[in-house]
């Protein structure tokens, strides 16, 4: 069965780093788009960053542009959120995401991905 486990989840100082780890099993990221969005209580969920698996070309939202770097360890299957000058505004669940085989190109809403981890908290003190 396919499984995204998201791992790294914490609280962390304001101005602080973090890095996120999303492990695949029964599922190959080849030819698919990855992406990290984040939920905070009482709001919806939100597109952060994402990334094409065979050309590794990323895609940041706006809010986190130069603060956060996606990227990917095609041997282990494995996705990577490294999080820098974290502020308030960060603290949410962040999920993992996978769209279908061969959907490649960028895409920002959450229904555009079939494939979901449970998430995992983050929480940025100040």
């Known amino acids: 069965q396919v499984q995204l486990v998201e791992s790294g989840g914490g609280l962390v100082q304001a101005g602080g780093s973090l890095r996120l780890s999303c492990a695949a099993s029964?599922?190959?990221?080849?030819?698919?788009?990855m992406a990290w969005f984040r939920q905070a209580p009482g709001k919806e969920r939100e597109f952060v960053a994402r990334?094409?698996?065979?050309?590794?070309?990323?895609y940041y939202a706006d809010s986190v542009k130069g603060r956060f770097t996606i990227s990917r360890d095609s041997v282990k299957n494995t996705m990577y959120l490294q999080m820098a000058s974290l502020n308030a505004e960060d603290t949410a669940v962040y999920y993992c995401?996978?769209?279908?085989?061969?959907?490649?190109?960028?895409?920002?809403?959450?229904?555009?991905?079939?494939?979901w981890g449970q998430g995992t908290q983050v929480n940025v003190s100040s």
């Open positions: 029964g599922l190959t990221f080849s030819s698919r788009s």
């Open positions: 995401a996978g769209t279908r085989l061969g959907i490649v190109g960028v895409i920002t809403a959450a229904s555009g991905y079939h494939y």
């Open positions: 990334i094409a698996w065979n050309t590794g070309t990323t």
